[in-house]
């Protein structure tokens, strides 16, 4: 426990110092983002905003968990080495499509077979190593042969077939996440949750591990996870490195994560996965990976279907991935905006000042219909004695839980 602690607490001071060197660097040297033509126009004011800033999260998290693991007198496990091969091999493919976007100042990075090509190996690679090599006493590897949710079950499938299903979770997970990295803040908060999910996941599995000499410990009942404690250690540490980048992402962003970033988080969450045997229920716990990769999916096969029906192409969303299409509803300020970034049930409310996208009367009475002004929203902020940071993420809150409270009352109206 006092590693992942001392784990967190390193990320998001490094991250949090880091970022703010970044930006400085980053502008210095004209790693600029450009933008897509045909999204969101509200976007088009990001053009030129420093990025690569998922760099910082891969390397604040990195530190962080070796001066931990080291300060407390262990040393890093097969498990976590696996994970920084899928962390950073995504990463390198991330930062190779970065870097051409920056160097041609178009938005179009690596072509999609070499990025498709780039996943594979590393995917291919991680889960030849995890399911073939690194036994511990018990035997038991970082990946295992089997589907699981929390515990393996089924048939033990081939080795070719896991392989595969390695693959597809790692590059499906990867590219969810990349997609997800559209608006403010999206992915960083989301991310800090997800990657805290899974500490708390690799937690109960440590204290509930087969072989375990606690009293507590049901046979039947446990955990076959190798090194599930230095899996939280490492979660932990990129949960906080997000959080520490959140405050620069948050909008208006200062900073873009990146393919960089957002590539390596993917590649990260489904190596948890993988590791902790709960591929099935990553489902569940990065849902809105699912949804944005759905959305996509969905826009693209209704738009060749109609085309060749009709001949006219149509669309179901506004534009894909599904973010984008509630940034249409409103252009003056994104629905999708997570509380400055800090939780994913932020990331999936309207913001404060935005039509309600259903087109029904807005339950929330007490919410005012128009942005708070800035000069106000300091002198409030003043008045009480903290940051107007922190004034946004309070006000974005008590709009988060109107929104998941209002169903309740408008029901009975």
Avoid at 207 to 218: E, I
């Amino acid at each position: 426990m006092r590693a992942i602690l001392l784990s967190s607490g390193l990320a998001i001071i490094c991250s949090l110092l880091g970022t703010r060197l970044a930006i400085g660097w980053f502008a210095r040297h004209g790693f600029g983002q450009p933008i897509r033509v045909d999204g969101p126009m509200t976007h088009h004011v990001k053009r030129g905003t420093p990025i690569m800033g998922g760099l910082v999260i891969l390397l604040s998290a990195t530190v962080a968990y070796l001066v931990a693991t080291m300060l407390t007198g262990g040393l890093p496990s097969a498990s976590a080495l696996l994970l920084f091969l899928v962390f950073f091999g995504c990463g390198v493919v991330g930062f190779l499509d970065d870097f051409i976007k920056v160097y041609t100042q178009n938005n179009q990075g690596l072509t999609s077979r070499a990025k498709m090509a780039g996943q594979t190996v590393v995917a291919l690679g991680f889960g030849l190593l995890a399911t073939q090599f690194f036994a511990n006493e018990r035997g038991v590897r970082p990946a295992s042969q089997y589907i699981s949710t929390t515990h393996d079950w089924g048939i033990k499938l081939p080795l070719v077939v896991v392989l595969l299903v390695i693959w597809f979770i790692v590059t499906a997970t990867s590219n969810g996440a990349n997609l997800t990295d559209g608006a403010d803040g999206l992915l960083a908060g989301t991310s800090a949750m997800i990657f805290g999910a899974y500490t708390i996941v690799n937690i109960w599995q440590n204290n509930q591990r087969c072989g375990s000499l606690k009293p507590t410990v049901v046979e039947s009942q446990c955990y076959q996870a190798r090194d599930p404690l230095d899996l939280a250690v490492f979660a932990a540490a990129i949960a906080a490195a997000c959080i520490g980048f959140l405050w620069w992402n948050a909008k208006p962003a200062r900073i873009i994560m990146g393919d960089v970033g957002s590539l390596a988080i993917g590649g990260a969450v489904a190596g948890l996965a993988i590791m902790s045997r709960t591929e099935l229920l990553m489902v569940v716990i990065a849902g809105l990976f699912v949804l944005e990769t759905l959305s996509v999916l969905i826009q693209m096969s209704y738009f060749k279907l109609t085309r060749r029906i009709t001949g006219t192409g149509r669309r179901i969303f506004r534009i894909a991935p599904i973010h984008h299409h509630f940034e249409h509803w409103d252009g003056t300020r994104s629905p999708w905006s997570s509380a400055s970034g800090s939780s994913p049930v932020f990331a999936l409310r309207p913001a404060s000042g935005s039509s309600t996208p259903i087109g029904s009367a807005d339950p929330c009475k007490f919410r005012p219909r128009q942005p708070i002004e800035r000069p106000q929203l300091a002198r409030s902020a003043r008045l009480a004695g903290i940051s107007g940071r922190f004034r946004e993420w309070v006000l974005s809150g008590t709009n988060s839980v109107c929104w998941v409270v209002a169903p309740l009352w408008t029901r009975y109206e």
